[in-house]
Each structure stands twice: as C-alpha cells, then as structure tokens.
C-alpha cells in the first residue's frame, strides 16, 4: 500500500494501545485538591487545585490560599508535596492548624477527605 492511500489499518488491540499512549500525562496524573467550606460547612465554596511543591495557607494576600479572618496567621500552615504524596504543617501560627480536628504536630501526611482547620475556616483535602 502507498502513502496515498493512508495509514494501514489495525486491529483493535492497537488502536486501544495507540490511544492509551496518546493521552497526556497530566490527563493520567492524580490531582490533589482543597476545597474551602461555606461558613455552615455545608457548601464548597472555592476549590483550589494544588500545582506547586508547597501551599501556603494564611490571612496575606500573597498566600496560595488566602483567608481573611483575625483568627489566621499572615502565614497560618502549608501543604507540601513530596513525590506522590502531601503533607500538612503549621507555620507557628498564634491559633495552631487542626488535622481531622486534632492539632497538627511537625508534619502530617494527608489522605483524601483530610478536614483541615485554619482559624474559623475548614478545608477538605481532595486527592483524585
């Protein structure tokens, strides 16, 4: 067959395989996530995807995760990434950062459905 008349045909085993290996990485990597809850913790009411290899979580304007409240440090905790993994530290804030409503102490590996407390603010952990 000549090149006019267009690519050879092939089972359907090779174009599984052929499709497979045209997906994008990112399309196959898990994503982690942190959603900020209404005030009720009801709601979602932003979500952020986490990109970088650390999160900063605090009241400044500058922080990845910016909460405006007096009971959030400027820099209150940080989420930092490690291979595949997350993990969740205070940043020696004056009101300290909770893990599933328990005080976090050094460094805290992170789970999918992790609750995250900063100040009045609960964040949930997502990773998918």
């Known amino acids: 067959m000549d090149a006019s008349q267009g690519p ?3 089972d359907d ?3 599984i395989i052929r499709l ?3 997906r994008p990485k990112e399309a196959l990597a898990r ?5 900020l809850l209404d ?4 709601h979602v009411s932003r979500a952020c995807e986490l990109k970088d290899e650390t999160t ?3 009241r400044h304007p500058d922080c990845t995760i910016s909460l405006p409240s007096s009971t959030v440090s400027r820099r209150h905790a940080q989420i930092r990434r490690e291979g595949g993994q997350y993990f969740l530290s205070d940043a020696n804030s004056t009101n300290g950062t909770l893990l599933n409503r328990e005080p976090v102490i ?3 590996l992170l789970h999918d459905r992790d609750e995250i407390g900063v ?3 609960r964040l949930i952990f997502r990773y998918s």
Do not use: K, M, N
């Open 119 to 121: 100040g009045i603010y």
């Open 31 to 35: 994503r982690a996530r942190v959603w």
């Open 56 to 58: 900063i979580i605090g």
């Open 39 to 42: 005030p009720d913790g009801e």
């Open 20 to 22: 497979f290996d045209e």
């Open 8 to 10: 050879a045909p092939s």
């Open 106 to 108: 050094g460094e805290e």
């Open 13 to 15: 085993d090779t174009l």
